[in-house]
């Protein structure tokens, strides 16, 4: 059993296991083009890192004054990005070596990501990490994505630990923010 004396990791996906911003990015640099935003640049892409796609699509329909639904922008971006998240995406080795050492030290792990369980399914899959990493929570399981904590409090239960049995690793700021936030509500509830 791991010397990690009973915590468990609970895992970002995006840009934390796996490089997929540069398939986010395509995806959304071909939607918005498709609807009149032919200038939309990778410094652009960044400032929505690390919130919910749903979230994104939300703020593109307000920001750039497209005419198409929420929803029709929101599958339209996801199957995009599923075409190219399915044969592109890669983990990065480090972090394969870091989850195949945790497996085989019995530590329990969890994905917990912004991204649709759909897409959390292909990358995994793709990569082969679906074979260690099998507890995953989507955003759109969770009443309230990234920054509020919903998505880690819900990978703990699901992997049956006590919240301050975790360790988040995330790369965005707004996974920082729910980490830190799962954690302040931990405290207020103890």
Known sequence: MSGL????????????LVDSEPNYYEAGRRLLAEHGVPDFTWADHERYVGISTLETVTLWKREYGLRATVDELLAAKNRRYLELARTTTRAYPEMRRFV?????????????????????????????????????????????????????????????????????VEDAAPGAAAARAAYDWLCRTS
């Open 100 to 168: 195949e050492l945790l497996a085989t030290e019995g530590v329990p792990m969890a994905v917990a990501s912004g991204s649709a369980r759909e897409a959390i399914t292909a990358i995994l899959s793709g990569t082969g990490l679906d074979a260690r990493l099998r507890t995953v929570v989507s955003a759109d399981e969770v009443e309230r994505g990234k920054p509020a904590p919903d998505v880690f409090l819900a990978a703990a239960r699901r992997l049956g630990v006590a919240p301050a049995d975790c360790v988040v």
């Open 5 to 16: 004396g009973g915590t468990a990791v609970i895992f970002d996906l995006d840009g934390t």
